[in-house]
């Protein structure tokens, strides 16, 4: 029973040692919390400032994309006129070397016309005086 008697004063004297490091503790833990409150309204306002720099962007991407958007069509319009255009050259090109495949027929044509007419003309020109000597010696 004396042992009981003993223990009880110590148990009781720890008991009141570790009340007192709580009363240490507290100041340290009332300086935490008071760090935090201070702290809290500065990172609340990096919050917000934040939060509108995200808005701001937002908004500028918006623009980005329809100005993007615009320029896309524009170049949808370019691309459509240049494709007209290279088409209507293609067809040009196309054009022209059938006239000058016609051109160079018909040229072709001529040369044989007038090869033949100085062929004719030859002929005829030789029947011509062929005839006239005929004439000219039938006649004593």
């Given at each position: 029973m004396e042992k009981e008697t003993e223990a009880y004063p110590k148990a009781k004297m720890d008991y009141l040692r570790s009340?007192?490091?709580?009363?240490?503790?507290?100041?340290?833990?009332?300086?935490?919390?008071?760090?935090?409150?201070?702290?809290?309204?500065?990172?609340?306002?990096?919050?917000?400032?934040?939060?509108?720099?995200?808005?701001?962007?937002?908004?500028?991407?918006?623009?980005?994309?329809?100005?993007?958007?615009?320029?896309?069509?524009?170049?949808?319009?370019?691309?459509?006129?240049?494709?007209?255009?290279?088409a209507k050259q293609m067809d040009t090109r196309d054009s022209i070397s059938a006239i000058k495949a016609r051109v160079e027929k018909l040229r072709r044509i001529v040369q044989v016309q007038r090869a033949r007419r100085d062929e004719y003309g030859s002929i005829i020109s030789q029947e011509s005086l062929d005839s006239q000597s005929y004439y000219h010696v039938s006649i004593p």
């Amino acid at each position: 029973m004396e042992k009981e008697t003993e223990a009880y004063p110590k148990a009781k004297m720890d008991y009141l040692r570790s009340i007192c490091d709580c009363d240490r503790e507290i100041p340290v833990q009332q300086q935490i919390i008071d760090s935090f409150a201070a702290s809290f309204p500065t990172s609340l306002h990096f919050i917000k400032a934040l939060a509108l720099d995200t808005a701001q962007n937002h908004a500028k991407l918006a623009k980005m994309k329809a100005n993007l958007r615009k320029a896309e069509d524009e170049l949808v319009k370019v691309l459509a006129a240049k494709t007209r255009k290279e088409a209507k050259q293609m067809d040009t090109r196309d054009s022209i070397s059938a006239i000058k495949a016609r051109v160079e027929k018909l040229r072709r044509i001529v040369q044989v016309q007038r090869a033949r007419r100085d062929e004719y003309g030859s002929i005829i020109s030789q029947e011509s005086l062929d005839s006239q000597s005929y004439y000219h010696v039938s006649i004593p």
